[in-house]
């Protein structure tokens, strides 16, 4: 997770301008121009069959209008309401450490050439468990919620987070086009205010020059790409939505994104996972247990996931 400073449209315009010289390369180049952006779908009332048809199994994104529509949250979350009760909840970034208060008062003077510290993402579970019944029912991206299957105690989730809220303000970003940890498919909901997105289908990996010390993280600081040393980046093509309040956004597994905010915000975030990314994600547990020295645990972690989702594949195809 790191911090930038975004300077706005101008820079917006930059990207864009690198994006669309992808259009004018000549000869074998142009092999490499990204498959021209479609838009992201915004649907309401999808059936679960749709859903899962036209959305889950083939991968796509999609922005979903209603799946609010009976949140608590909604009315409930104010910023008055977390400053009143949660405050004092302190979070670290860049080396300074901040209360919710005061996160929510730089959220609110934020401005692109000040933007407050983002991300200032909270663990729901950890921090404001309470308001988990707030933020639901859900709309499940996969047949079974396989990430609260009794089969899968919360440790198998380590390396990620599974419900986060973010607080951000005006001028903020998520710097690092990335995908997501464990190889999760992911949603996430406007609460407060909107947030734009931009997301890489997953074959654009190849123009994202990964970090070497993280391969789902681009080494490119997506607002200020610095196309001489990072010229792969000017053929990457994102499709932009902008994302209201009310809507929530689902990707799936290894599509590279980043955000930019305009506005104060508060988003919530979940994660997914089901037969499509499983396989992925037993080899992210697995990597994971090795990186903290745990080769033998990572052994039976991975014959016991590879198990449980044998299982779970045969329930849902009985579903
Ligand atoms: O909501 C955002 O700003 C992006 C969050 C995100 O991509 C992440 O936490 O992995
Ligand atoms: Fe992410």
Not at 17 to 23: F, G, M, P
Not at 281 to 294: L, S
Request: charged residues 25%; aromatic residues 14%; contains cysteine.
């Amino acid at each position: 997770m790191l911090r930038i400073r975004v300077t706005g449209d101008r820079e917006h315009s930059r990207i864009m301008e690198a994006v669309s010289r992808s259009d004018r390369v000549p000869g074998d180049e142009s092999t490499l121009r990204a498959a021209a952006p479609a838009t992201i779908e915004r649907r309401s009332r999808l059936s679960t069959a749709e859903f899962l048809e036209r959305y889950v199994l083939p991968q796509r994104p999609v922005i979903v209008t209603d799946v609010t529509a009976d949140w608590p949250a909604m009315r409930r979350f104010t910023w008055d309401f977390f400053r009143e009760r949660y405050g004092h909840i302190e979070k670290t970034i860049g080396g300074r450490s901040y209360t919710l208060a005061q996160a929510i008062d730089l959220i609110h003077a934020s401005s692109p050439g000040n933007p407050a510290p983002y991300p200032f993402n909270l663990n729901v579970e950890t921090y404001f468990p309470e308001l988990l019944a707030d933020l639901a029912p859900h709309r499940i991206y996969g047949r079974l919620d396989r990430v609260n299957h009794p089969l899968l105690p919360r440790f198998f989730m380590r390396g990620t987070e599974v419900y986060e809220l973010f607080f951000g303000g005006r001028g903020a970003s998520f710097p690092r086009v990335h995908y997501d940890a464990l190889c999760t498919h992911t949603s996430i909901t406007q609460v407060i205010g909107s947030k734009e997105f931009f997301l890489y289908p997953p074959d654009q990996g190849r123009f994202m020059y990964p970090s070497p010390e993280n391969a789902k993280t681009s080494q490119v600081d997506f607002a200020h790409p610095d196309l001489e040393r990072f010229p792969m980046f000017a053929f990457a093509t994102p499709m932009v939505a902008t994302v209201g309040p009310g809507e929530t956004i689902f990707f799936p597994m290894g599509w590279w994104h980043a955000t930019r905010i305009h506005e104060p915000c508060l988003s919530f975030g979940r994660v997914y996972l089901d037969g499509g990314n499983w396989s992925r994600y037993v080899g992210d547990v697995q990597a994971y247990w090795k990186q903290g020295r745990n080769p033998w645990f990572a052994s039976v972690a991975g014959a016991y996931l590879r198990g449980v989702g044998r299982i779970l594949d045969l329930r849902e195809r009985l579903m």
